[in-house]
Each structure stands twice: as C-alpha cells, then as structure tokens.
C-alpha cells in the first residue's frame, strides 16, 4: 500500500467547479508532493458533474462517484475510506468545494506544527476566513464541546446576551482577535486535518447526520477521550459558505434550518443523552429565531 503524508476530501454536490478550484488550490501551493486528494460526487443532481470533476488530470487526485446523496457526514465517509483503502495516510484534511488555499506551503506548515505537539493533540487548523464576515481572527471557526445548556444558548441569540459569559466562554471569544496559538475542542467542518487513527479511533463522521453540525459531534468525542486541536492562526485559508446549500450566516433557508434541527437533535438525543423534551424546546428556540432574523432579512431587503 503506497504511503503518503496525508489525503485530502473534497465532498461535492453541484459545485464541481468550486471543488476543481479548492483541489488545484492544494496542488499549487503544497511545498511537497506526499499528498492525495479525492474529489468526491456526493450524486449531484446536475448532469455531467463527475465528468468535469475528472477533467482535473493529476497524479495527486483521484475521483469518487457515489451513487446516492447520503449527505456531508457519509459523503465525506465514503472518501476518506476510499483512500484508506488505497492508501496510507498518516493525516485526513477535510476540505470543503468553497474552501482555498491562499498561501504556498500553508498546509506543510500546519502539518509540521501538529507534528511537534504532544501526542493528546488528534489535529490542527488554520483560520478559516469567510471574506464577508469581516476579520478572519474574529469568526467562529472553533470552540469547545456543547453541553445542552450551550445548546439552547446558541438557538437564540436572546440567551446569547442574557447568558453571554457561558456562550463567549465556550465560543472561546475572549482570546478574539486570535494571534496566539489556541486549544479546542470542536473544529470548523469546513477545513481542519486530524490524525488517521483518531478519527478512525473516532469513527469518522456520525452518518445519523445529514448536514450541520457534524464537527459538534467530533468535539464531543475528542473531549470525551482527552484529546484537543490546535489552532494555527499564523495560517488562513479561505472559504465562502452556502454554495451547496445557498444558505449562509446572511441568509438561513427553511430547508436549511430543519436539516440543522435534525442533527441538532442527533446531538442532544445520543450525546447529551436527553429526551424529546430537551429535544421540543432545542427546535422551539431555533424557530423562532429563524423567524425573527428572517423577517428582518426581508424588511432590510424588501426586493428579494
């Protein structure tokens, strides 16, 4: 089995374009060749996406098809065992189609980096820089793992302000701006590496969900066996969000916010081990902050 340093999932579902992008954005900057990406077709529901996805000719990449639109969390699966089938990996990057790397020789620097720490520490990330938001070392991109009180706080932004020492505390808000090294417990989904064998200790994504809040479910586990990430905030790389879904931090659609409700409730119901209860009043809060944020989505933009 040949063996590289690491491999890289990029999932995509009707954004070949975007992920041919994201994968050439590896290639070009990486300082070495002892990687492997697989670009993988979640079964787009438009023509020919595989197609293109192999128009993208390079020894470091390969592609997936899978025939069924299992979602992010077995979509991702299915790659990353894909390549472990094939392949030796000492490190999975899990990158998303709207996510690029700005900088040559940023992910050999954050591999290099996690290769010195203890070994407690399953992984590493760089910012991870969504351009509208502002200042790439102000967004929430980690945190620690949720308990069901953080929970309920994050579903409205109203608790956020009553209860906003408990939300900063696990937002890890206080050390904003990051410019110093920083441990969490809970990546962002959208670009973090982490050790093979820890995920694989972790068992991968939790396929019971669809979307969202995947890398919740990773907090939890790596906090619950002893281990924690490494933020690297010397590096960046960048990513839009939504272009999957066409729902983002500006805008939540409808369809979004039940598939975030539903792995929400994976959480609360197998993790927290809680009941339908905690489950009613998780969705109850998430309603109606949608609705407040959506109403006034459309007075400020009565047009659309």
């Known amino acids: 089995m040949k063996k590289f340093d690491y491999g890289v999932v990029i999932l995509n579902y009707n ?71 094939k392949y030796d990996l000492k490190y999975i990057i899990v990158m998303n189609p709207d996510v690029l790397i700005l900088n040559f020789g940023t992910i050999d620097r954050l591999l290099n980096r996690l290769a010195m720490l203890p070994e407690n520490y399953c992984g590493i990330q760089p910012l991870v820089w969504t351009p509208y938001m502002g200042d790439a070392r102000c967004q929430n991109i980690c945190q620690m793992s949720e308990d069901y009180g953080d929970i309920l706080i994050g579903r409205l932004r109203l608790l956020k302000l009553i209860f906003r020492k408990k939300y900063n505390k696990m937002i890890l808000a206080e050390y904003r701006p990051y410019t110093q090294e920083l441990d969490f417990e809970t990546p962002c989904g959208a670009f973090f590496i982490i050790k093979t064998d820890i995920f694989q200790e972790l068992e991968l994504f939790d396929e019971r969900t669809f979307l969202y809040g995947e890398e919740r479910i990773i907090g939890y586990k790596v906090k619950e066996r002893g281990y924690k990430f490494l933020l690297l905030p010397s590096e960046k790389v960048q990513h839009e969000g939504g272009k999957s879904t066409g729902s983002n931090a500006k805008c939540t659609k409808w369809h979004a916010l039940k598939i975030d409700m539903e792995s929400v409730e994976v959480y609360i119901r197998y993790y927290l081990h809680r009941g339908t209860c905690s489950v009613i009043l998780s969705h109850i809060l998430t309603i109606f902050n949608w609705g407040i944020k959506r109403f006034c989505f459309l007075f400020k933009n009565p047009y659309k």
């Open 15 to 85: 954004v070949s374009k975007d992920a041919i992008l994201a994968a050439q954005s590896v290639i070009n900057n990486a300082e070495s060749h002892r990687f492997i990406i697989c670009l993988a077709d979640n079964a787009s529901s438009n023509e020919g996406e595989v197609a293109k996805l192999e128009t993208l000719c390079s020894d470091s990449c390969e592609v997936l098809s899978i025939k069924s639109n299992w979602g992010y969390a077995r979509g991702n699966n299915e790659a990353i065992r894909f390549l472990l089938s």
